[in-house]
């Protein structure tokens, strides 16, 4: 009787001790799994649509910056500031920012006609949206002794990820 018992109590044992094993192996998987997901996740780009909403020569920001406007009255502020050297300025347009973030880029003042800042690409990736952006120099030097400070306007999905931008070099 003594000798069946061990035997019954080493089988439970190792049936444990399988389960154990089964478990600990699906529990890694899933684990392995979840982590190549992220990993692919995080590389994974998609490109993100925009719209330019306004771009010109001339504004009344003469530092080169960039701003994130998230905002009504963000927006109204950066559109009096590009328009307060125009008379009249233009009437603002109507965006939802409960579906929308729009940016505005500016070069800052520049000796002569003719630069511009092109949006070359937005790609959301990971948990960043990527914003690449290039300053392109005037084809031929025009109009010299005119100061311009030029700018572009955009808009695109509402989103309240990290937004980082690369200026790349023309």
């Known amino acids: 009787m003594k000798g069946q018992k061990e035997l ?12 154990l094993k089964i478990i600990f192996t699906v529990v ?4 392995v799994l979840a982590a190549i997901s992220y990993i692919v996740y995080l ?18 920001i003469t530092t ?9 009255f963000e927006f ?7 328009f307060s050297v125009v008379t009249p300025a233009p009437i603002i347009p109507t965006i939802n920012f409960k579906n929308i973030t729009a940016m505005a880029f500016f070069l800052g003042q520049r000796k002569g006609t003719g630069w511009k800042i092109a949006i070359v690409d937005i790609i959301e990736r990971g ?10 120099p005037p084809v031929e030097q025009v109009n010299q002794d005119r100061i311009t400070s030029p700018y572009i306007l955009i808009s695109f ?11 790349l070099i023309s």
Do not use: L
């Open 76 to 82: 109204q502020k950066t559109w009096d500031d590009i």
């Open 157 to 167: 999905k509402k989103t309240n990820k990290d937004i980082v931008i690369r200026q």
């Open 127 to 136: 948990n960043k949206i990527y914003v690449y952006i290039r300053q392109i």
């Open 28 to 31: 890694a998987i899933i684990i």
């Open 8 to 19: 019954k109590e080493k089988k439970n044992k190792k049936k444990k001790s399988n389960k």
């Open 43 to 60: 590389k994974q780009e998609i490109k993100v649509p925009f719209e330019v909403i306004s771009f010109g020569q001339y504004s009344g």
């Open 64 to 72: 080169g910056e960039a701003r994130i406007i998230q905002y009504d």
